[in-house]
């Protein structure tokens, strides 16, 4: 458990680095922002919270096409289902890639996942992740951003790591469960940033947030036909 939190954790500093802004997730930072990470698949840009501009992954954007486009989409409406319908205590919402595919946005409420101020999972939460593993091992062509957040008490020094941590130990026990590593492309905290709500104290900013996008593997599926067989 220990490795597995370690190598997590190690993926989100590396995805970190240079990241100034949401919108670089899934997308080549720019020079100005500390030098190019390279062109990571399947930066998500439609929430009310998060800007625009995150380039597309040329990979992916190029091969998407109108009829690959609305295979992913019914795929996605499945997965939307299937995460509702096993995971009680998470908001589940569809929202759009860096490709403009269709993607599933979970939203764990960090107070019942964790106790204030901890990074560690509470049993009943762990409950809630073995049943959202289930639906990611089920389905090994989706790619998965794990982010964590805070509201804005106790200052960046104590939001920053601590948003971190609960992003990693969410991502380290889905891998317990047995979901593969190498479905995690972003693994990042982002303290009190993009806020729901616009407060100092405010519970709703308190959260992790997982997104489910179309890797490359499920847009070669789509080509082929072979996406839901």
Known sequence: ??????????????????????????????????????????????????????????????????????????HMDKVKKEVEQNVTNAKVDEVTDANGLKAVKVTFDSGLQFDLGKSTLRAASKKDLQKFAQVLKKDNTLDVDIQGYTDATGGDKINQPLSEQRAATVGAYLIQQGVSRSQ?????????????????????????????????QMVKDAQNGKLDD
């Open 1 to 74: 458990m220990k490795n597995l939190k370690v190598a997590v954790a190690g993926m989100s500093l590396l995805l970190l680095v240079g990241c100034q802004t949401n919108t670089q997730t899934g997308a080549a930072v720019g020079a100005g922002a500390g030098g190019a990470l390279g062109a990571l698949i399947g930066g998500l840009l439609n929430n009310s919270h998060r800007g625009t501009g995150a380039l597309v992954g040329a990979a992916i954007g190029a091969a998407v096409g109108g009829g690959v486009g609305t295979a992913i989409g019914n």
């Open 184 to 216: 995690f492309k972003n693994v990042a905290g982002y303290g009190s940033q993009n806020p729901i709500v616009n407060a100092t104290v405010a519970p709703q900013n308190r959260r992790v947030e997982v997104y489910l996008y179309a890797s490359k």
